[in-house]
């Protein structure tokens, strides 16, 4: 059946042909659920930002790909094909379409999945559709870049390990004089760690004052760690350009790094996405068994306080803070109550923000959205629920356990002039660290060494 049109072009011939590959049970069974009660339209950030426009809502965007799902592979499509409104794709330019939609108005928040009365997982079959788009090169420049960086250096910003290296040794410099002791250290490839801390690229590039924190916070609690000087990006963009292949490539790299150094634990610094593909996902996509523990640092950091490891004073941490719910921590993989509880720790006036945790709405940062620039002021219209969410809550500062979140809430405070600063919590624990005690122990102790040289 081709609606009279007797060519399909190479590329749309591959995609659907790939489609047939790629139908999970869990794809088919979201694909085939959806009655059209229409109860997930306003669950979406872009349909609030955008309410007369049709296009936006999240059933008129899975029918996009659920129509080729029918046409091509479904019986419905074949005995009822109007009643289902099947159909296919024929031309580039309309490869070119699905590609405005499934990059362009949906960051697979998951938010229209939760209020949802069929468990309908948009989110996932939008990443499905993503990978038979990128198969066939149609994808944003961002998204190619990107995925490139990390299939060939090995990380999402194209950091060389020299580079890397360098700048671990500039923060184990700084480490050094913060805590006056000349032996501390950010050991890299160190064997038997119990822990192998890894981190988001954007750390090493743009906030190393961030590996600075996590590196006194380790000081601190005497940690037994190391960072790996391979394998050390915790983040996939496999997650967001839904290529399996490089899914598996990135995680697998992260786990063969963790074996080799013989390391206990594995720990990934505050990022949404990361966590989700490198704990979860990950495992499915390198089609491997992980032995070793994988955990957040919020849980690490968490348990360092609980256990008297560390000592935090809250009143460090002046000025009121809400919390930001990243949508890969909190709806994929339940990530809400820890960093809350870790928040109330270290800081004195705390304020929810609402609707939070699994109902949270999206920075408008996710789903690789932050490199697709093509769409940068469709993005910014979208955050208008986040600015207002974030202005109620009257915060001086928001703080978020994930670097695109980050910057996904920067932008949004920039264009709405909200007025507000961003932190993440191991900002705000490094900075409620109890060291006096342990800055003049050292001070004498290295003041006598240097008294006995002469
Ligand atoms: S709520 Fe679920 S069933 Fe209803 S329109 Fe949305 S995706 Fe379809
Ligand atoms: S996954 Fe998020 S962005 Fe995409 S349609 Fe659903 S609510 Fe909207």
Known sequence: MNNGKDARSYKAQKVIDRMGQKLSRQIVGSLTACVHCGMCTDSCHYVLANPGDPTYAPAYKADMIRKLFKHHYDWTGKYFPNWVKAGSVYTDQELEELKDTVFGKCTNCRRCTINCPMGVDLATFNRMARGLLCHVGIMPEGVEYVAKEQWEIGNQMGVLKEDFIGTIEWQEEELQEEMQDPTAKIPIDKMNADIVYTVNPREVKHDPRSILDAAKIFYMAGENYTMPSEGWDMTNFGLF????????????????NVRELKGKKLVMSECGHGYRSTRCEGPNWAKQDIEFEAESSVITML?????????VDKTKNPGSFTFHDSCNNARSCGLT???????SLVVEDFREMYPNRAENYCCTGGGGA??????????????KVKAEQLTATGAETVVTSCHNCVDGLTDIIGHYNVGMNVTQLVNLVANALVVDDRINENTTKYAAELATLG
């Not at 350009?241 to 063969?256: E, F, I, P, S, T």
């Not at 348990?303 to 000592?311: L, M, N, S, T, V």
């Not at 109550?337 to 928040?343: N, Y």
Request: glycine share 14%; net charge positive.
């Open 303 to 311: 348990r360092y306080i609980k256990e008297g490891k560390i000592k």
């Open 337 to 343: 109550e820890e960093p809350r509880e870790l928040l």
């Open 370 to 383: 932050m490199s697709m620039s093509e769409y940068k002021a469709r993005r910014l219209k979208s955050g």
């Open 241 to 256: 350009n839904g290529d399996d292949d490089l899914g598996g490539a990135v995680a697998g790299r992260v786990y063969d």
